[in-house]
């Protein structure tokens, strides 16, 4: 009695074993298929600005010191000046400290 019940035993865990492979392999393949329609659907390679090889213009934050792409970066014109920032928080922070020398003249 006791090989067939580890004979049974041993087919049960194959299965779910088994199940359990093609579970993830599942999850994994909707993943994929999900990030790749995504990539397929956002707007920069809908219209054609993601090309390969193509070179884009870094700006620097003057704020933090990050290098961000022109085309994602939040600009602010002040004095005649194109400041680039890498966040809203940059943006604000520069401005908060622009207000601060004003007032301290």
Do not use: Y
Not at 7 to 20: A, C, D, E, P, T
């Amino acid at each position: 009695m006791t090989f067939i019940a580890r004979i049974i035993r041993f087919l049960f865990w194959v299965l779910v074993v088994s199940w359990g492979v093609r579970l993830l392999r599942w999850i994994v393949g909707r993943l994929l298929r999900n990030s790749a329609a995504a990539a397929e659907q956002s707007p920069d390679a809908a219209a054609g600005l993601e090309t390969p090889g193509a070179s884009r213009r870094l700006v620097r934050d003057p704020v933090c010191g990050m290098h961000v792409d022109e085309t994602l970066s939040i600009p602010l014109r002040e004095d005649g000046e194109l400041l680039h920032f890498c966040s809203l928080a940059c943006r604000e922070a520069h401005l908060g400290n622009v207000k601060k020398f004003a007032a301290n003249g």
